[in-house]
């Protein structure tokens, strides 16, 4: 059955005809993104929704989206998509970074210089008749000093177009090297020092917790007097009426703003001010712009939905077609081994270091190592995802290394976790059979062939006899169905484990009776995330 899609916004009648020259079902429905109501009761039939700005994809409408796939942002902006949510139900969001950089850039720069020389003020009084050529004395930007928080995609080009301009670039942003800087031509300087020194601020983040109010009233009282702000960005990333207080005391002798934190904005403290310049979102509103983004997100969904390549994805890495094919059980086998060392660890992790073993090195190992690092940090964070996971453990101070060796064993692949901590390494080792299910294949160095199911059970003992008896005759007294049974020793009389497959979760008092028998180091239940 082709897959179907659900256009809720406007898009081009191009990007309409790129699903249904792929061989997609496609309802277009530009005006259906207003109503949550109605788009709960049918976004149950379709595997893809396209959207823009209008749709909102709330946990509701996604509890109801029983057959949802994919979710498709024509635009770079998703404050319109619980993510949270839709990772849990296991969609992808796609947007596209790249359709409207151009754009957005140049609407900063028109923005700029808009309130530069007071252009709408100016404009709107020659309108009326009047010819004030004294009133609206503006500044120049060529030598001034502009700061940019936020040098990625769209921060970058406005960086570039500000050196054309003959302005001094200095840039906040804390994923920026000094070495991309110096080949930018800005220099990069830290949040305080951006403040005290930028004649003209202009902001390019995304909203997030770290970059909520990054303009707060306290960092505005920290910048230069008859500084210039401008935002096309995201709302909410400035203090609006810490802003207009600043305005009406001359601290701050302008802004423009494209963005605002509550949308559609039809009260504003910025709103009627002096030298305040004010556009309804107009950031990516060019035609180039949104035939690209909608032409974009035509292709990337119709490549998912029909090759699962995954392209621009904010909850799972970028995967293309050729590799999806081959990589879906190593991806599944990468966060079980994750999920393994995670509910085994309860002390800070500082290390995690994975080996990638034969023919699986030449895979895409950016997203196995995600698909292992989320696996891991589900256990503190369930709403990690393999977007946000590296930047999690980043956070933390957890180092990541990745080996990469010729095949050493008798497996054509494998591939091995090991996470250190203050007290100890743990360690894990799977590989994928050809029939493409994931197998555990070692567990602190014993060897071992454990296939993987939702609810399973990990103990270690001393090798002494009576064990296997022990934990047969306790599960089945506990009305506990055993599936898989695997034992693995280092040698006789050393340090044995055995790792149990079982129907269902095991009752507390079932691990009770374990623990209470004296004959067990440890007994862990372990839940894995089995399709």
Request: proline share 4%; hydrophobic share 45%; aromatic share 6%.
């Amino acid at each position: 059955m082709a897959p179907k899609v659900l256009i809720s916004d406007s898009l081009s009648d191009a990007a309409v005809q790129i699903f249904k020259d792929r061989g997609i079902e496609v309802d277009f429905q530009p005006n259906l993104g207003k109503d949550k109501d109605k788009l709960a009761e049918v976004i149950g039939k379709y595997d893809g929704l396209a959207i823009r700005s209008a749709t909102k994809v709330t946990e509701k409408i996604l509890a109801a989206a029983e057959n949802l796939k994919v979710v498709g942002r024509a635009g770079i902006g998703t404050d319109n998509i619980d993510k949270d949510a839709a990772s849990k139900k296991g969609v992808i969001v796609m947007n596209t970074p790249f359709g409207n950089m151009i754009t957005t850039a140049e609407h900063a720069i028109a923005m700029m210089f808009a309130v530069a020389r007071q252009i709408p003020e100016a404009s709107a009084s020659t309108h009326a008749g009047k010819w004030e050529k004294s009133k609206f004395m503006g500044v120049e930007l060529t030598g001034k000093t502009l700061g940019v928080i936020g040098a990625g995609n769209i921060g970058g080009i406005v960086c570039d177009r500000a050196r054309g301009l003959k302005m001094k670039v200095v840039a906040y942003d804390p994923y920026l090297s000094n070495k991309k800087a110096d080949k930018m031509g800005v220099e990069k300087v830290e949040l305080d020092e951006l403040l005290a020194r930028a004649d003209f601020i202009t902001l390019h983040v995304p909203y997030t917790e770290s970059t909520a109010n990054i303009l707060s009233k306290e960092n505005i009282a920290k910048t230069k007097k008859g500084v210039r702000i401008i935002n096309c960005a995201r709302g909410g990333l400035v203090d609006e009426e810490a802003l207009a207080e600043a305005l009406k005391s001359g601290h701050v002798a302008g802004a423009a703003f494209d963005v605002f934190k509550e949308e559609p904005a039809t009260e504003n403290p910025l709103f009627n001010l002096p030298n305040v310049v004010c556009t309804p979102h107009l950031g990516a509103a060019t035609t180039e712009a949104q035939e690209n983004v909608a032409l974009q997100v035509a292709e990337q969904m119709a490549n998912y939905l029909l090759t699962g390549a995954v392209e621009n994805a904010l909850n799972m890495p970028s995967v293309t077609a050729e590799e999806a094919k081959v990589m879906g059980p190593w991806l599944t086998l990468a966060g079980h081994l994750g999920s393994f060392i995670g509910q085994m660890t309860d002390e800070p992790i500082r290390a995690i270091n994975i080996l990638y073993d034969g023919s699986v090195g030449a895979m895409n190992l950016d997203a196995l190592n995600c698909g292992v690092v989320a696996g891991i940090m589900k256990r503190a964070n369930p709403d990690v995802n393999m977007v946000s996971a590296p930047v999690v453990a980043r956070e933390k101070g957890i180092q990541i290394s990745t080996t990469n060796q010729d095949k050493s064993g008798v497996f054509d692949g494998y591939v091995k976790v090991t996470v250190v901590t203050s007290k100890r390494e743990r360690s894990v080792a799977g590989t994928v059979f050809s029939d493409g299910k994931p197998r555990f294949i070692q567990i602190k160095g014993i060897n071992v062939d454990a296939e993987i199911g939702q609810h399973m059970l990990y103990t270690t003992n001393n090798d002494v006899p009576g064990i296997i008896g022990l934990l047969g005759n306790t599960m089945g007294k506990g009305g506990v169905n055993i599936a898989n049974f695997t034992l693995g020793r280092n040698e006789a009389g050393g340090e044995a484990i055995a790792l149990l497959y079982v129907d269902d979760a095991i009752p507390a008092e079932v691990l009770k009776t374990l623990e209470s028998t004296g004959m067990f180091n440890q007994v862990k239940p372990l839940e894995f995330a089995v399709n």
